[in-house]
């Protein structure tokens, strides 16, 4: 992702400070959303869930682990553990890396916003957004940024997290997509990056975070762009981790909203 647009979709602090406080559903009627591909023109239907039946079902995400075939969930993978729970719909990312197969075929990176709202303490991710993007085959810059900003304002979104793929590279985050990811944990400590790597046969997906305080140091003390290393963080930590709060929901709709 390219850092000369930062976050694709981040709120100024100010502007985060201001508003975070309004975005707690404090509601208790039934809530619904549809799950939709959009255009740009706001849609009349509240993005939320639906309260969980008895038969859904919340699972943590998997990651696969190539040295033993095996997979282990993200709370054993991860040392945070003081984050607040984030859910998505178990078909985001399907219908994510569906909206992006032509890009993937002719290689070239497509990237998405993730909206949420909190809900006694849970953020449920409810919005995609797909923006107006410029891609190559390694990075992916948002553009139209004020059309992102209309989504997010209207519907009182918290931006915590956003995807993109890796259409013919293996699935990890680069110098410069941990600065993107930076940019959006430093408002959003629960913000997290999806990256999509259909290529990669050991692990084609994954959902990531800086470490923290590690990682945030280092990336809070970088001045560089572009591709480049970083230093190793003060804890020997790595400068990134598999999530550890993040959990699949099947009763968790979501709304699409495809600008390009």
Not at 54 to 76: C, F, M, R, T
């Amino acid at each position: 992702m390219d850092r000369e647009k930062a976050a694709l979709a981040s709120f100024s602090s100010t502007d985060f400070a201001t508003s975070f406080s309004g975005y707690e559903d404090k509601s208790n009627y039934q809530q619904f959303s549809l799950h939709t591909v959009t255009q740009f023109s706001p849609s009349p239907v509240i993005s939320g869930i639906e309260n969980v039946s008895q038969d859904a079902h919340i699972s943590l995400i998997e990651v696969g682990n190539p040295e033993d075939g095996h997979s282990k969930s993200y709370k054993e993978a991860s040392s945070s553990n003081t984050l607040q729970d984030v859910h998505i719909s178990s078909r985001l990312m399907e219908d994510f890396l569906e909206l992006a197969k032509e890009n993937t075929e002719k290689d070239l990176e497509t990237c998405g916003i993730l909206g949420a709202f909190l809900k006694r303490g849970t953020l449920y991710v409810t919005t995609l957004i797909i923006p107006k993007q410029e891609s190559t085959s390694s990075t992916c810059l948002a553009i139209n940024d004020e059309e992102i900003f209309a989504i997010q304002n209207e519907r009182s979104l918290i931006p915590v997290g956003w995807i993109h793929t890796h259409p013919s590279q293996s699935c990890f985050l680069s110098s410069v997509d941990l600065h993107t990811q930076y940019s959006y944990q430093v408002m959003v400590p629960e913000a997290f990056a999806i990256v999509m790597a259909p290529t990669d046969t050991s692990r084609s997906n994954g959902i990531f975070r800086l470490s923290d305080p590690g990682g945030m140091s280092v990336l809070r003390e970088c001045q560089e762009q572009g591709f480049h290393s970083h230093k190793e963080t003060a804890n020997g930590s790595p400068i990134y981790e598999h999530c550890s709060n993040v959990y699949k929901n099947s009763n968790l709709r979501f709304e699409i909203f495809d600008l390009r």
